[in-house]
């Protein structure tokens, strides 16, 4: 019972806290562009990073644990399949769909695609990558 009572009043104190500083009543879809704009994505150490805004986007990743990948996907039905599990090398990419009913699949990494920035604006497109 005593950790009981310890556990509901941590509860109350650590209620009120707020975890972002964003006023969301100034968000609006003019607003949106700018605030994703402004973010910088530091690229220096290893994780994923994704934005999805819009309706029945997906992104599928299969990443290994030295991938730091950036993902912005604005409009609906875009698709991203992002695999290379399958090597042990240090990756890092940018890609951005911007528009509808978009299509990236990007399987493997080599040095070549190290860094990579894909940018798709429009709509109905569809982009394959191969890196073997």
């Known amino acids: 019972m005593f950790t009981l009572r310890w ?8 209620l009120p806290l707020q975890a ?10 003019n607003t949106i562009f700018n605030l994703i704009a402004r973010q910088q994505i530091d690229q220096t150490s290893f994780g994923s990073n994704i934005i999805q805004m819009g309706d029945y986007n997906n992104a599928e990743l299969s990443l290994n644990a030295r991938t730091n990948i950036a993902i912005k996907q604005l409009g609906d039905f875009n698709t991203l399949y992002f695999m290379n599990s399958f090597t042990d090398k240090e990756t890092k990419a940018a890609i ?3 528009g509808n009913n978009n299509i990236i699949d990007v399987t493997g990494s080599n040095s070549i695609s190290d860094g990579i920035q894909i ?11 191969r890196n073997y």
Do not use: R
Request: charged share 20%; net charge neutral; hydrophobic share 45%.
């Open 20 to 29: 972002q500083e964003i006023d969301w009543d100034k968000i609006n879809s």
């Open 119 to 129: 940018n798709v604006k429009g709509h109905n497109k569809t982009v394959f990558m």
């Open 7 to 14: 556990s509901v009043f941590a509860l109350f104190i650590v």
């Open 96 to 98: 951005t769909a911007q």
